[in-house]
């Protein structure tokens, strides 16, 4: 067990914790407590590598066992990737008292990069303490182009209402930009930030949505 993340949620009122382990089960785990101390849940894989289209998507298989990617690391193609460090973003999670959309950000060696995720849980009944996984896709759909940018990016909305925001915060939960759309294409001049990662959120009254941004 290392590298563990805890977030309170407000929408199932619940202490969440991510943590991954190499042991069994192998993958991102989480556990839920009504307080900070415990007592915790018995422990639930929220990403398996395989179930979850991590291998030959965003992680390196090795090609010993099956040429499915190309993602290596320069010189890395006969060595497996893996998961690690998967921390909350507080602020991006959304639901209702039964069901919430976590955002966290997962890292991941060969290649050694940083994977923007989510996962939607949903709260048991009768005071089970096993948590289902909906698979309904409760995010807004829209496009940010070109990304990575260096300076203007276009905001791409098919459905919006006048109550739509758009949001860009840094990697440490900072909102840096913000303002409502008015345009199904909207442009918005992110010269003036530094170079790095960013994250996106559009939102309306009802869900909200999430995509990483380039700042080149």
């Known amino acids: 067990m290392a590298e563990l993340s805890v977030s309170y949620n407000q929408f199932i009122k619940k ?26 849940s018995e422990e639930q894989l929220i990403f398996e590598p395989w179930t979850d289209q991590g291998y030959c998507h965003f992680m390196h298989t090795s090609w010993s066992y099956n040429n499915c990617d190309e993602v290596h690391d320069s010189g890395r193609e006969y060595e497996w990737g893996g998961e690690y460090e998967a921390y909350q973003i507080h602020e991006f999670a959304n639901g209702n008292d039964t069901t919430t959309t976590i955002y966290y950000t997962m890292s991941t060696w060969n290649p050694y990069t940083v994977i923007l995720m989510k996962s939607s849980l949903r709260k048991p009944e009768n005071n089970a303490s096993i948590y289902d996984f909906p698979s309904k896709n409760n995010g807004l759909p829209f496009r940010v182009f070109p990304n990575p940018s260096m300076d203007k990016i276009k905001i791409y909305l098919p459905a919006m209402d006048k109550n739509t925001r758009i949001s860009i915060f840094n990697t440490i939960g900072e909102k840096v930009l913000g303002r409502h759309l008015t345009n199904k294409e909207t442009r918005i001049d992110i010269s003036a930030l530094p170079r790095g990662v960013y994250f996106v959120r559009v939102q309306d009254e009802k869900m909200a949505e999430v995509t990483k941004l380039i700042k080149q």
């Open 15 to 40: 202490w969440i914790l991510l943590y991954n382990c190499l042991g069994i089960p192998r993958g991102i785990n989480f556990r839920t407590a009504d307080f900070p101390w415990g007592p915790w």
